[in-house]
Nanobody, 130 residues
């Protein structure tokens, strides 16, 4: 069992920045072996993929972004802290959503589909005012 806890959400003006954090915990957690992802769900819309980062191997890791956030958002991980981050810059009103952290032990490369991930956090609200 892996527990995920998000933090860092809040209210920000358009053009501003926020950094979300997701701390993972679990009795048998081997954090480096998990691909991690961020999804979001805006009011009245389906949950959508935002960014993903692969498990950490000897060669490092890879990242994956939704087209709408490329160049503005950056996903990273600190394996020593069992934490994944989402740095969000140049925020727009359409980025307003609940942001969810997710983890997969099955797929080393982060996928874009919800069913590729096993564990989910409770979410953190991000509101961007225009």
């Amino acid at each position: 069992q892996v527990l995920l806890g998000e933090s860092g959400g809040g209210l920000v003006q358009a053009g501003g920045s926020l950094r979300l954090s997701c701390a993972a915990s679990g009795r048998t957690l081997s954090f480096t072996r998990y691909a991690m992802g961020w999804f979001r769900q805006a009011p009245g819309k389906d949950r959508e993929f935002v960014a993903g980062i692969s498990e950490t191997s000897w060669s490092g890791y890879s990242t994956n972004y939704a087209d709408g956030v490329k160049g503005r958002f950056t996903i990273s991980r600190d394996n020593a802290k069992n934490t994944v981050y989402l740095q969000m810059n140049s925020l727009k009103s359409e980025d307003t959503a609940i942001y969810y952290c997710t983890a997969s032990s099955r797929n080393p490369i982060p996928g874009r589909q919800e069913n590729e991930y096993e564990y989910w956090g409770q979410g953190t609200q991000v509101t961007v005012s225009s």
